[in-house]
């Protein structure tokens, strides 16, 4: 019993105890360590993704449950609530809160490159395929018949897959770290694009 007012002591710190253990608080708490969690995930997963080749992304994430995807999905859902969560915080806490954005922010730009790297790779290799139709050394091809394996018609895919891959190096003109990645582990798949076709095909391109 409170021995001032006679109720139960419970009773009388009920108030105190949900003024800071809200639901709302404890979303709130709960939304920004996740962040935190996610940025230094994020940096863990930076280290491992530069070990790996650059266009097998859908493997790793197929592997990981899409553990490379997960920080960049959290980031924006943060920002959703970020007014809502940032809200009375110190300026200590809004200062990690901006270093932990700021991590997944930069491993963002890493996974969109694995990312365009791997759909750059998925398009070479359809092509691939589809010029070894037109090789005579090839037999039972199914793509024999398609028009769309044609010479003409796959020339202007080849062009543009061309310009997306030297754009890719142009890019990575003042990291060339990143552009000997990409020179080593994807074009080497450029080049076999090219050796994959027959005398007859490159004749035609020429």
């Not at 608080?25 to 530069?50: C, D, E, G, P």
């Not at 959703?80 to 009375?88: N, Q, R």
Request: glycine letters at 2%; charged letters at 25%.
């Amino acid at each position: 019993m409170n021995l001032f007012s006679g109720a139960p002591v419970s009773s009388a710190m009920r108030p105190m105890f949900w003024s800071a253990f809200s639901p709302l608080n404890y979303w709130k708490n709960y939304t920004r360590s996740m962040l935190h969690f996610n940025a230094s995930k994020a940096v863990v997963n930076q280290r491992i993704l530069v070990r790996k080749s650059i266009f097998q992304l859908n493997s790793f994430n197929a592997q990981t449950d899409c553990g490379y995807l997960k920080p960049i999905a959290y980031l924006d859902h943060f920002k959703k609530w970020e007014k809502t969560v940032a809200a009375g915080l110190s300026e200590e806490e809004l200062a990690d809160i901006q270093k932990s954005k700021e991590q997944i922010e930069h491993y963002q730009k890493i996974y969109d490159i694995f990312e365009y790297c791997t759909l750059l790779h998925d398009t070479l290799y359809g092509l691939e395929t589809r010029i070894s139709s037109n090789n005579p050394s090839i037999p039972f091809s199914i793509y024999r018949q398609s028009k769309s394996s044609s010479v003409a018609s796959i020339q202007p895919e080849i062009e543009e897959v061309l310009q997306a891959y030297y754009s890719l190096i142009d890019d990575c003109k003042d990291c060339p770290e990143w552009r000997v990645k990409v020179e080593k582990e994807l074009g080497s798949t450029v080049s076999y694009l090219f050796l994959t076709m027959d005398e007859s095909s490159r004749d035609a391109l020429v």
